[in-house]
């Protein structure tokens, strides 16, 4: 993705609600990541900590937070995300230390946003940004989180250029008065996909550090980009049903589902061993979670392979909510409980 | 519930999975609760570490885990969960601390758990169990999960006689070679709706000491029972649809959700005070989440009533799996974030 922003001369400032990791944070300074997104005032307080200094936080600001965030302010080059007139005049009022403000546009995912239409809006939040010496407008951002709906890479597509021309035509609008205002995308399936960046100045995507079952279905990766996988115990196994039952549940995996041939899926299983670990298992799925159970639905001949004791790996089906609720990772295969417990 | 099973002598062993929280546990104290019920090691670990002694881990053992098992089992009276004869001896081979062991009973639930019929396999494990010095058998134990499935309190009190009859079976059957073994049963709605225990004598009830929007649909509680609720800032409105965005997504709530009316909803609304919270606001409801945006639909009245910065109470879908994302809980209306922040 680095050499991707580099070839379409992209800033590149990925975002770390995904893996929520110092760690990780490292591998992206490795790869020259200066800029970082995250998606609260409590990750962005992680990451400073960390000595990041340039922090977007793509989250409409929450006012109960100008303390914090004006503490974060005195140390890091910190952007806020703001979509109203009086939320802005209200946070220049609760400052002491400057920041960026970028204007969140909905361009179609109706999560949240200022329609690109509603320039009088989109005008007075610029008033009040200019009535004070505290904040400072960057530029006009959107998550086209609608990708994640589309039937196929070609709606994808078509999601993204609509969402860069309407965010273009903001940007050809408002750069006489802010000539280096900034348009950012950042949904991990267009970035993943499409190849035309034309008219975008930064991509932030997240989820591609991992990858996930969702990912997969969407044409965004293949399996075997999948960066991570929960390691579970098998506690019983129910030869009347074909079920393992491990230990691993929502308090792992969230309740992320999707549709899967014709089942509801809660993740794929794979056999974990030196290497890292193996494609899916066929005919097999996790098709039952409650909050630590996970019941695993197999054939008999992956079912009598599997002794109670061993573990097994689940490809999640949402890696950013499977990582959230992760204490710790490991990432060399040596370091899976089955090796290091047994 | 204390009450209530002083009242049936029956034998009260709480489950501590819903709460997580050594405070919350010290209020079962005052109850004169001294045995509790966690599902796993880690949680045992937690309470032990806080002065419980008399700990049953209701998850079927974790072979991986006999390492900390024999730590804790060294400073507490714990009772695990096994329901094949190869884990009762591989446990035993591990082990040397003495443990108390509860067998496992499918009473309809499907999740896991040995079949009542099978006495075949019971038999096999009670041989394990009395072949080793380290394991003591306690009695069977079931979840009767099917519950969360019944259409009415007439259906609940069938599956709990259901289930309760196959227990007592087993103990008739057993308890000539073992005079104090305990039948015990968990699920909150049967402990909550029914008043027949006859033959039962151990209940581990845990979501009740929240209770939730599911418990509330199944009539196992009444709407002002539900004792939780999560506080959420308001940060973006959208007048065109009548939507409130808070911060508030998967990582509070998990992605638990239930059908209500014609919609599925994730949570419902309050407006919390110095008293506590409101009744739910009427046509109001969370209607989407993702990581961390909640998004409420809701009507004119209810959407002009709030100012961003303001904070709303959310009561949950499934209380434990919001319980376990938060890492902590106000008790008293005055710690609300909107009263010590704003």
Same mark, same amino acid.
């Given at each position: 993705?680095?050499?991707? *922003?580099?070839?379409?001369? +992209?800033?590149?400032?990925?975002?770390?609600?995904?893996?929520?990791?110092?760690?990780?944070?490292?591998?992206?300074?490795?790869?020259?990541?200066?800029?970082?997104?995250?998606?609260? !005032?409590?990750? &962005?307080?992680?990451?400073?900590?960390? =000595?990041?200094?340039?922090?977007?936080?793509?989250?409409?600001?929450?006012?109960? #937070?100008? =303390?914090?965030?004006?503490?974060?302010?005195?140390?890091?080059?910190?952007?806020?995300?703001?979509?109203?007139?009086? !939320?802005?005049?209200?946070?220049?009022?609760? +400052?002491?230390?400057? !920041?960026?403000?970028?204007?969140?546009?909905?361009?179609?995912?109706?999560?949240?946003?200022?329609?690109?239409?509603?320039?009088?809006?989109?005008?007075?939040?610029?008033?009040?940004?200019?009535?004070?010496?505290?904040?400072?407008?960057?530029?006009?951002?959107?998550?086209?989180?609608?990708?994640?709906?589309?039937?196929?890479?070609?709606?994808?597509?078509?999601?993204?250029?609509?969402?860069?021309?309407?965010?273009?035509?903001?940007?050809?609008?408002?750069?006489?008065?802010?000539?280096?205002?900034?348009?950012?995308?950042?949904?991990?399936?267009?970035? %993943?996909?499409?190849?035309?960046?034309?008219?975008?100045?930064?991509?932030?995507?997240?989820?591609?550090?991992?990858?996930?079952?969702?990912?997969? &279905?969407?044409?965004?990766?293949?399996?075997?980009?999948? &960066?991570?996988?929960?390691?579970?115990?098998?506690? *019983?196994?129910?030869?009347?049903?074909?079920?393992?039952?491990?230990?691993?549940?929502?308090?792992?995996?969230?309740?992320?589902?999707?549709?899967?041939?014709?089942?509801?899926?809660? =993740?794929?299983?794979?056999?974990?061993?030196?290497?890292?670990?193996?494609?899916?298992?066929?005919?097999? %799925?996790?098709? %039952?979670?409650?909050?630590?159970? =996970?019941?695993?639905?197999?054939?008999?001949?992956?079912?009598?392979?599997?002794?109670?004791?061993?573990?097994?790996?689940?490809?999640?089906?949402?890696?950013?909510?499977?990582?959230?609720?992760? #204490?710790?990772?490991?990432?060399?295969?040596?370091?899976?409980?089955?090796?290091?417990? %047994?």
């Amino acid at each position: 993705m680095a050499e991707k *922003a580099r070839r379409n001369d +992209l800033i590149f400032r990925p975002h770390f609600k995904t893996h929520q990791s110092v760690d990780v944070g490292n591998w992206f300074r490795e790869a020259g990541v200066e800029k970082i997104t995250v998606s609260s !005032v409590k990750m &962005a307080s992680y990451f400073a900590n960390d =000595g990041w200094k340039d922090i977007f936080i793509a989250f409409p600001v929450n006012l109960l #937070e100008a =303390g914090e965030i004006d503490r974060l302010a005195g140390g890091s080059r910190l952007t806020l995300s703001v979509e109203s007139p009086d !939320v802005a005049r209200r946070l220049a009022g609760r +400052l002491t230390n400057s !920041v960026g403000v970028s204007i969140k546009i909905d361009t179609g995912y109706h999560r949240t946003g200022l329609d690109p239409g509603d320039t009088a809006v989109i005008d007075q939040v610029l008033e009040e940004i200019g009535a004070t010496g505290k904040l400072e407008f960057t530029g006009f951002y959107t998550h086209a989180g609608h990708t994640y709906m589309a039937k196929d890479r070609n709606e994808i597509e078509r999601i993204h250029l609509r969402s860069r021309d309407l965010l273009t035509g903001l940007g050809q609008r408002y750069r006489k008065d802010f000539h280096r205002l900034v348009i950012s995308v950042g949904d991990t399936p267009s970035c %993943s996909l499409v190849r035309d960046f034309d008219g975008i100045d930064e991509i932030r995507p997240g989820n591609f550090v991992f990858y996930d079952l969702m990912q997969q &279905a969407l044409g965004a990766c293949s399996i075997d980009e999948i &960066a991570v996988v929960l390691e579970c115990p098998v506690v *019983a196994k129910h030869a009347g049903r074909m079920e393992l039952l491990v230990h691993g549940g929502a308090v792992n995996l969230s309740k992320e589902s999707m549709h899967f041939g014709d089942r509801r899926i809660y =993740g794929l299983v794979v056999t974990l061993s030196e290497k890292g670990w193996s494609p899916p298992w066929e005919n097999t %799925s996790v098709v %039952s979670l409650s909050q630590e159970h =996970g019941i695993i639905k197999t054939d008999r001949g992956h079912f009598d392979s599997v002794r109670i004791g061993d573990t097994l790996g689940i490809l999640p089906v949402h890696s950013c909510l499977t990582a959230n609720l992760a #204490e710790e990772y490991v990432t060399e295969p040596d370091q899976f409980l089955s090796k290091t417990r %047994s």
